[in-house]
């Protein structure tokens, strides 16, 4: 039987990087994230594992870090929260560009200003397009699995990836997680090999000038890459169900086959959001909840299966591109895009800077959507 | 009784002062339910915490895996660790006819709100200052108030707080034990 653990969201980040056996480690605080690396360092101080941390004066360093190990053909990881992460922008786009197998966990925290430690989506959606995988998560456990699916997937994709959860909401609440034995694990995640890596004995060169005729075809791998990297995470989540019986899809539906109503969102709120679906059936209102998993690559096809056909898709989104509306809600809208059968969207934006997203916040959006359902497409909530 | 419905949970409020441990108490408490079987939700206030300001911070507990992911408003339980919080509005609020108030005071006047289940009273600070916890200015009351969190509730048991505070408290495991094991024979109703 595997054991099961009180963990916190953080803890179980750090247990998973554990587990992955990751050897480098770079690291800077900032809440809400400063607790994994505590634990991290706790947990490699009992040798539970034994990775290089290196302390570094900035997370711009601490991207740097992790780049330059990765290279060497390590395991390497970090984690981060808001401006932190945003001052590793840069960076973010060498270890996507340069292909290299990264994995981060970001806290998502409000960008400042007004000074806010607490959980919206803008901070990750803002790196959007740095060349990362990006996984959403509703609970420990799918913190914890997450991370060893993303190690598992970066490294055979050659693209690093980005794990996120909500800061407070998940990162500091502890609940009942699964801890996989270490031969799972084994069998899952297979030491890193890389497929190019500094090596004085071969030498070669890695981030050089690409005149004009050499730099797109990179840049077509790389989303070449990304496309595929869809169907390596379902085959990879669909081996950690065997092996554990947990998937998590890279869409998660909820009483969705005879629903006429959908909730798209994504992260914690998702998992409110199923509570609050029962209690609408309850009245005779069919509701179904649809949570988006991966961001990037973004899951075009489960998206038009999930959403085709019903009579109105209602999305949660706890972020905003300011001038357009929800990010997620862009996205949807992109991939439904001349889908034949393709419901009308109503967008909501909501949560913001951590404003608590309850049963009533999810419960009212329903119904107002429900209301003007040929109305507005955009409110906040 | 925990109810039986999957989205049915009992949900506590913890409320004390920076410095008292009252996140520690939570995840106690949190341990034993956890220990006991049950699924378990704990999460600290989602703030800024400065000490002797006041701090809360929030428990749920259920029979089934629990999806309720944001603030406890209603508690069925508020767990005091400093008597002076009572005379705050926010220490009772969201208290209803279901509600069980269980309090830290050496006795003498109180102020209960009207309109509760039950109120439970334990001289949490004589236990803590018996056994040497803290300091006698500032004792250390939040083992104390887990046992006594254990009595006037009934959700977790003596046995398993005690194998929560063996596991999660770092120092002095004997002297917390028996703080909790006074506090859970001393706790008892006002009426």
């Known amino acids: 039987m595997p054991r099961r653990e009180l963990l916190t969201g953080n803890e179980a980040v750090a247990h998973a990087v554990a587990l992955a056996d990751a050897k480098v480690i770079g690291i800077y605080p900032i809440t809400p994230q400063t607790t994994i690396i505590e634990k991290i360092c706790d947990l490699a101080a009992k040798k539970v594992f034994q990775p290089r941390i290196i302390h570094v004066e900035s997370e711009h360093s601490a991207m740097a870090t992790v780049i330059a190990a990765s290279y060497t053909g390590v395991r390497a990881f970090t984690a981060t929260s808001a401006q932190g992460l945003a001052l590793m922008h840069e960076l973010l786009h060498w270890a996507g560009g340069g292909r290299l197998p990264v994995v981060l966990a970001n806290v998502n925290r409000a960008m400042a200003p007004g000074w806010s430690i607490w959980t919206d989506q803008n901070d990750s959606l803002s790196q959007r397009d740095t060349g990362w995988m990006q996984f959403y998560c509703e609970s420990a456990q799918e913190v914890l699995d997450s991370l060893l699916l993303a190690f598992r997937v970066s490294e055979r994709?050659?693209?690093?990836?980005?794990?996120?959860?909500?800061?407070?909401?998940?990162s500091h609440t502890s609940e009942p997680v699964e801890m996989p034995d270490a031969e799972t694990v084994a069998e899952f995640l297979p030491e890193y090999r890389a497929p190019f890596r500094l090596d004085v004995e071969k030498p070669c060169s890695f981030g050089a000038l690409l005149r004009p005729q050499?730099?797109?075809?990179?840049?077509v791998q790389l989303q070449d890459a990304m496309e595929a990297a869809v169907a390596e995470i379902e085959a990879s989540d669909e081996l950690w169900k065997k092996l554990t019986g947990r998937g998590w899809g890279v869409v998660a539906g909820y009483r969705t086959e005879d629903a006429d109503i959908l909730f798209v969102t994504s992260a914690t709120v998702a998992s409110t959001a199923r509570a609050v679906a029962d209690r609408?059936?309850?009245?005779?209102?069919?509701?179904?909840?649809?949570?988006?998993?991966?961001?990037?690559p973004f899951p075009f096809a489960?998206?038009?299966?999930?959403?085709?056909?019903?009579?109105?898709?209602?999305?949660?989104?706890?972020?905003?591109?300011?001038?357009h509306h929800g990010i997620f809600a862009q996205e949807i809208k992109s991939a439904l895009y001349g889908v034949s059968g393709a419901p009308p969207l109503a967008c909501f934006v909501g949560g913001l800077g951590g404003r608590d997203v309850t049963r009533e916040t999810i419960e009212t959006t329903l119904r107002s959507a429900l209301a003007?359902?040929?109305g507005r497409l955009f409110a906040w909530i | 009784m925990i109810p039986s419905a999957i989205d049915a949970s009992i949900d506590v409020r913890w409320h004390g002062r920076g410095g008292q441990g009252v996140v520690l108490l939570s995840q106690i408490a949190g341990t034993a339910a956890f220990l006991g079987g049950r699924h378990v939700q704990v999460f600290p206030e989602f703030g800024v915490e400065r000490r002797g300001a006041p701090v809360r911070a929030f428990l749920r507990l259920s029979n089934h895996p629990i999806r309720i992911r944001c603030a406890i408003v209603r508690p069925h339980v508020i767990v005091v660790l400093d008597p002076m919080l009572l005379?705050?509005?926010?220490t009772c609020a969201g208290a209803g006819p279901e509600t069980i108030?269980?309090?830290n005071s050496r006795g003498g006047r109180w102020v209960v709100p009207p309109g509760l289940r039950a109120a439970f009273r334990v001289d949490a600070t004589a236990i803590a200052r018996r056994h040497g916890l803290g300091t006698p200015t500032t004792p250390i009351v939040n083992t104390a108030m887990a046992g006594a969190f254990a009595r006037a509730a009934g959700y977790v048991s003596m046995e398993d707080v005690a194998r929560a505070i063996a596991r999660i408290i770092p120092a002095k495991p004997a002297e917390n034990t028996l703080a909790a094991q006074e506090a859970f024979e001393e706790t008892a109703e006002c009426r």
């Open chain 1, 157 to 170: 994709v050659m693209i690093p990836s980005m794990v996120v959860l909500d800061a407070f909401v998940l």
């Open chain 1, 280 to 296: 609408l059936r309850e009245e005779g209102i069919k509701v179904g909840v649809v949570k988006v998993r991966v961001f990037r």
């Open chain 1, 372 to 374: 003007k359902s040929n």
């Open chain 2, 87 to 90: 005379a705050q509005a926010e």
């Open chain 2, 101 to 103: 108030l269980v309090f």
């Open chain 1, 214 to 219: 050499h730099y797109q075809e990179i840049r």
């Open chain 1, 302 to 323: 489960a998206i038009r299966r999930a959403l085709a056909g019903r009579r109105l898709a209602v999305v949660f989104d706890r972020n905003i591109s300011y001038g």
